[in-house]
């Protein structure tokens, strides 16, 4: 199967050519005839699958050429990220059509925005917030939307935007072309779904989670107290003898904890940057180029900020708390493993995650493996900055200098991971006993 047989016009297919891929991906072969047919469609497809270019290529055919100044394509995507990174996609897969392409979301000054829709626009790519905001201002026009897309609904109505997408598409035209992408299925998607979508074509490309399947995943027992030095260790050692790692994108649960861990980390000599719906935009954007362009090591991430991250080649992702909701471990670790690739996810567990854990489990109907905890060092380095200069600390460039090493000392290099209790770690594992304190003399 090439693109060529899916009806897509000369100047789509040089731009794929121009992208280097040979192969439609499931999703797009399944996709891209109904939607050039002018169906509703309803995807499970989660990032990762290539749904943005399943939806993205036989829209911009659809649309032909530039025309008049309101859009006729509005993407609505759950984050700014995700929203920048579908109008890449449309700059890339457009870039031999005429067409333009405007994104809006929160966080930014509101002007540029505002002068880009008056200059006119053909695909408008927004979350709901500014969207709205704009609209009911008059500022942006969506009267002449003829196809409407909903991305990563799932993860929309999960951030508590149902009622906003109510509003938005109550200003819409009646007669238009939806499409709905959603990762996983509720009662909730259903009930959007039906209301959302006429005579729907389905197409579920990944059996539900098999993004499981395609990461290597492992569990280290921890104590909270010491997650971090264990991570410390594995980014300078790897796991077992595969040496340092060179990048790796770590979860934590707040804020406040990405903050915390990003400086912690380079306190360690790590270069690090956090990500997180409190960083400016330009923050945020600045933290993930650098990232891409390798020039830091760990990108500590909350969930939201995670969802849509397209970080081609990252090879390992860190849950360094388990997520409260299972669905979300599997869309962390999907970060890795992308587009075919190999991919390795690393949890850090501590025992009061272990029923997170079972959940997490259970949704995926697979086990997460214990392996033996790596012997680490205790380091002794960090001391609690002050919330005023951890704030400073945050905006500055994620390049910033970093600590000397020799301003860590290692405290102690007594092994760790050894069992200090006899408590049973939810009866699961390697069966060892659980309670893994790392040794401080
Ligand atoms: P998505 O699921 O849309 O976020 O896409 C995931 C990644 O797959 C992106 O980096 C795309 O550039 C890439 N991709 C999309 N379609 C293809 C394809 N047909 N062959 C290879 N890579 C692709």
Redesign the pocket.
């Known amino acids: 199967m090439h693109?060529s047989d899916l009806g897509l016009e000369p100047e789509l297919l040089r731009a794929?050519a121009d992208?280097?891929?040979?192969?439609?991906?499931p999703?797009?072969q399944q996709a891209i005839p109904p939607v050039l047919a002018g169906r509703d469609l309803l995807a499970g497809?989660?990032?990762?699958?290539?749904?943005?270019?399943?939806f993205v290529l036989p829209l911009l055919q659809k649309l032909g050429s530039a025309s008049g100044r309101a859009p006729r394509v509005l993407v609505l995507t759950p984050t700014r990220e995700l929203a920048a990174?579908v109008a890449q996609?449309v700059k890339?897969y457009g870039t031999h059509k005429n067409l333009r392409a405007r994104v809006i979301f929160g966080g930014v000054g509101e002007q540029p925005q505002i002068d880009g829709l008056r200059a006119g626009c053909d695909i408008l790519i927004a979350t709901p917030g500014r969207l709205l905001d704009l609209a009911n201002r008059g500022l942006a026009d969506l009267s002449q939307v003829a196809h409407f897309v909903l991305d990563e609904a799932d993860r929309m109505l999960d951030m508590g935007f149902i009622h906003d997408i109510r509003r938005v598409m109550r200003l819409l035209p009646s007669k238009r072309q939806n499409l709905l992408f959603s990762a996983t299925y509720n009662d909730e998607i259903r009930t959007l779904a039906a209301k959302l979508l006429n005579d729907p074509v389905h197409v579920e490309v990944t059996p539900r989670n098999s993004t499981a399947e395609r990461v290597e995943q492992v569990a280290y027992r921890v104590d909270k107290d010491h997650k971090r030095h264990l991570l410390v260790h594995l980014f300078k050692n790897g796991i077992g003898d595969e040496g340092p790692w060179t990048q790796a994108l770590v979860f934590t649960r707040t804020k406040h904890g990405a903050n915390r861990l990003a400086q912690q980390l380079e306190g360690a000599g790590i270069r690090a940057a956090a990500i997180h719906g409190n960083k400016s935009q330009s923050a945020r954007v600045k933290a993930l180029a650098d990232f891409k362009a390798g020039k830091i090591t760990a990108l500590v991430a909350t969930e939201v900020a995670s969802r849509?991250l397209?970080i081609?080649e990252l090879p390992q992702v860190v849950n360094y708390e388990l997520p409260n909701v299972p669905e979300d471990y599997v869309h962390r670790i999907g970060r890795t493993a992308?587009?075919?690739a190999e991919g390795h996810a690393v949890s850090l567990v501590a025992p009061d995650e272990a029923s997170l854990l079972r959940d997490i489990e259970r949704t995926m109907r697979r086990p997460v493996p214990f392996a033996e905890t790596p012997h680490f060092a205790i380091l002794r380095q960090e001391t609690a900055a002050p919330a005023q200069a951890q704030q400073r600390r945050d905006d500055r460039p994620a390049q910033a200098p970093r600590k000397p090493q020799a301003q860590q000392r290692q405290s102690n290099q007594k092994p760790a991971g050894r069992p200090a209790g006899t408590r049973s770690f939810g009866g699961r594992g390697s069966g060892r006993p659980g309670g893994f304190r790392a040794g401080r003399a």
């Open positions: 693109f794929v992208k280097g891929y040979d192969t439609p991906t999703i797009q497809a989660q990032t990762g699958t290539g749904k943005t270019a399943g990174q996609s890339d849509g397209d081609k992308r587009a075919g």
